[in-house]
């Protein structure tokens, strides 16, 4: 094999590998987590089935347990509001919770698992 032979089939190799969407920070489609939702993934980088949750659903100011019993491992915030998240079903302080800005916010390996949330008002 030629040298130029030998560099062409790396380069070629290098791009099929780079454009394989192996990407870890991964943005999810946009159509699966519109503007004004909460989408929680039960996998990292927005793999599984996702919950939404809009204002409707989710009132300012209460906490409000993922569906179905969801234990999720990735998120997106595009609620026009900051939303907190927490590791407890209850929102409890005792344990982990962080606050996000609103607008579209992407996690994709959230820091500890989530189980509810509290989105906060005007």
């Known amino acids: 094999m030629t040298t130029r032979s030998l560099l062409t089939t790396l380069v070629l190799t290098a791009a099929a590998l780079a454009s394989s969407g192996t990407a870890s920070a991964r943005q999810p489609d946009t159509s699966t987590c519109d503007r004004g939702d909460f989408c929680a993934w039960p996998g990292t980088n927005y793999t ?3 919950a939404r949750l809009d204002l409707e659903t989710a009132n300012p100011g209460e906490c409000i347990p993922l569906p179905n019993g969801l234990v999720a491992r990735s998120f997106v915030n595009n609620l026009t509001r900051d939303a907190t998240v927490y590791q407890g079903a209850t929102c409890s302080t005792e344990a982990e919770f962080t606050t996000y800005p609103g607008k579209g916010t ?5 820091p500890f698992v989530v189980r509810a949330i509290e989105v906060w008002g005007p």
């Open 48 to 50: 599984g089935r996702p």
């Open 106 to 110: 992407y996690v994709p390996d959230a």
